[in-house]
């Protein structure tokens, strides 16, 4: 079935290290995002982008990275990882054309425990 | 700035009871509204919708939510819950010009008492 997949569902890592998180949609939707999830915040947008190539800043994009070379693909690395980056993150993704704009479809999260 | 406010962060009902959940937006221009549903350990997923039309929007689950433009609102409703609606919901805006700027309310825990 088609959908958006992210990977790793679950990260253990320690301060300093690299990790990257996957998320991979089959939809060709243009539009995809990267939030993070904590209690008492809600959801925060890191990173979007409109297109292959084109990306944009959210609420929270320090210490974060993110690329999109190929339309499906929009991993995101936190370079070197702080405690504080400890969440779930949660990619979606979005049709923008006609009636459908703004609405999103989201993977299962990545949940992420940086020690 | 734009902002989307959920007053109510949690709100415990007994089986049965009506619910109303509250959502406010600070836009002028005209928006897309939503409201998703975040079940206990899972991702979002979408509960309802409002692009155009009768302000009045049935959703999934006998949800249901009204767009009151002058009132900037987008208030959820079920007349009657059940234990399985236990979750998180949010509230969505995105200003129809912007593809990009959804903005999300910060959340509504929803605990239902069996």
């Known amino acids: 079935d088609a959908g958006i997949t992210q990977s790793p569902r679950y ?55 993110v690329s999109r070379s190929k339309t499906e693909n929009f991993p995101l690395t936190l370079e070197s990882a702080t405690r504080s980056q400890t969440s779930v993150y949660f990619c979606a993704s979005s049709d923008t054309s006609g009636r459908n704009t703004g609405e999103l479809f989201f993977g299962e999260g990545s949940r992420l425990t940086v020690l | 700035a734009q902002s989307v406010s959920q007053h109510n962060h949690h709100v415990i009902l007994s089986e049965a009871a009506s619910l109303e959940l509250g959502c406010n937006y600070s836009y002028g221009g005209t928006v897309n509204l939503f409201w ?16 155009s039309g009768d302000p009045l929007v ?6 249901e939510a009204e767009f009151i433009k002058s009132k900037f609102s987008f208030n959820l409703r079920k007349p009657s819950v059940q234990w399985s609606d236990t979750a998180e919901y949010f509230c969505a ?8 700027k959804i903005i999300f309310g910060s959340g509504t825990r929803l605990s239902i008492r069996p």
């Open chain 2, 36 to 51: 998703y549903v975040q079940y206990p350990g899972q991702h979002l997923q979408l509960l309802l919708k409002y692009f």
């Open chain 1, 11 to 65: 990260k253990i890592t320690e301060t300093g290290r690299q990790v990257t998180l996957m998320c991979h949609q089959t939809w060709s939707h243009s539009y995809m995002f990267w939030y993070r999830q904590d209690l008492g915040h809600g959801l925060r947008l890191i990173y979007y982008s409109a297109a292959a190539d084109i990306t944009d800043k959210g609420e929270v994009p320090d210490g974060y990275v």
């Open chain 2, 93 to 100: 805006v995105i200003p129809y010009s912007s593809a990009s």
């Open chain 2, 58 to 63: 049935k959703g999934i689950k006998g949800f």
